[in-house]
């Protein structure tokens, strides 16, 4: 049985919504050209990922160094804020984009 979700974007597709309606599940990724997430069927811009590096910025400066729990959030909040700024690099965008042209080469063969 289709879930409610499969079930409104099959009949947004018969409807005529096309490739707007996701009908299949779809694994996150990255454009690298524009610097846009797809994840969990939203989509996340560039300037939302700066946002994010602000709101975890300012979590990670709000926590207290020197007590252990406090210190363990600060370190996620840094994950966070330097995975996103790894993201944003351009030499990892650079890579990015030569390793789509590869898959998409090799899917030509």
């Not at 939203?42 to 160094?65: N, R, T």
Request: charge should be neutral; charged fraction near 30%; include cysteine.
């Amino acid at each position: 049985m289709l879930d409610r979700t499969d079930l409104i974007n099959q009949l947004a597709a018969s409807m005529g919504a096309g490739q707007f309606a996701q009908t299949k599940f779809e694994e996150s990724r990255f454009d690298p050209e524009t610097g846009t997430l797809y994840c969990n069927g939203m989509v996340i811009s560039a300037s939302v990922a700066e946002q994010a590096i602000k709101h975890f910025d300012l979590m990670y400066k709000k926590c207290d160094l020197k007590e252990p729990t406090s210190r363990q959030m600060a370190m996620i909040y840094q994950t966070a804020i330097e995975a996103i700024k790894i993201m944003q690099n351009p030499k990892i965008k650079m890579f990015m984009q030569e390793e789509i042209k590869k898959e998409t080469e090799a899917l030509k063969k």
